[in-house]
């Protein structure tokens, strides 16, 4: 079973609109990290949220956590056709280790 | 922002030749990790490093896998010998802190 999984695997939005990922995951975590990859590219990371904060915000960008129920959720306002990609969380264990990546959203933008 | 660099982006192997990934990662950076990504999938972790050790594996990296940074230079992972299933992206990712992670391009590996 996945650590951590999202819980769409696509999501298509017009231009403008808002969207939100959600993720579960089933392990302590010190950090929950959303990641966005675009074709033929690497991962970049977006928001780094810590097990003691509830919500993060980076421009555009939103993450909640809520470590009662394992969940986190990212949301993207005022979306941009450059927004789309597949949207990963990333749970991170403790002292440096690896990240347990989901399967990821795909979420498309469309003019 | 950070940049990790990753050389080759593309290599095409036969099955059993051995291939080594180089990864340039940022230079202050202290943590050092390989993951996997077959195509539709998951990323999924392989190893991290640190201080000149492998500090965590998975199970996904094999007896044939080995990884080092000789002095201070590229980050390897070295395959031998190499087998179909090692087809896949690989992407190698560098940490100051152990926290956040910078990715590089990927290097995509074909065995044939």
């Known amino acids: 079973s996945q650590l951590a999984e999202e819980n769409s695997w696509a999501l298509s939005v017009h231009e403008g609109e808002s969207v939100t990922v959600n993720c579960s995951y089933k392990?302590?975590?010190?950090?929950l990290q959303w990641y966005r990859q675009k074709s033929g590219k690497g991962p970049a990371q977006l928001i780094l949220?810590?097990?003691?904060?509830r919500e993060k915000r980076n421009g555009r960008l939103r993450a909640t956590l809520d470590t009662s129920s394992q969940s986190s959720s990212l949301s993207i306002t005022a979306t941009r056709c450059e927004d789309t990609a597949v949207y990963f969380c990333?749970?991170?264990?403790?002292?440096?280790?690896?990240?347990?990546f989901g399967t990821g959203t795909t979420v498309s933008v469309s003019p | 922002g950070p940049k990790v660099l990753q050389i080759p982006s593309h290599q095409i192997i036969d099955m059993g030749q051995m291939v080594t990934l180089n990864c340039d990662p940022v230079?202050?950076?202290?943590?050092f990790y390989w993951y996997k990504q077959i195509l539709g999938q998951q990323m999924e972790f392989l190893v991290n490093?640190?201080?000149?050790?492998?500090?965590?594996k998975s199970k996904l990296f094999k007896d044939q896998f080995s990884v080092e940074r000789p002095d201070g230079s590229y980050f390897t992972l070295k395959i031998q010998p190499t087998a179909l299933e090692d087809s896949a992206v690989y992407f190698c990712?560098?940490?100051?802190?152990?926290?956040?992670?910078?990715f590089g391009p990927g290097t995509r590996l074909t065995v044939l």
């Open positions: 990712a560098s940490s100051p802190t152990g926290d956040e992670q910078y």
């Open positions: 392990t302590s975590i010190t950090a």
């Open positions: 949220i810590r097990s003691n904060e």
């Open positions: 990333a749970t991170l264990l403790q002292g440096g280790r690896a990240l347990i």
């Open positions: 230079s202050n950076h202290l943590y």
């Open positions: 490093f640190y201080n000149g050790k492998v500090m965590e």
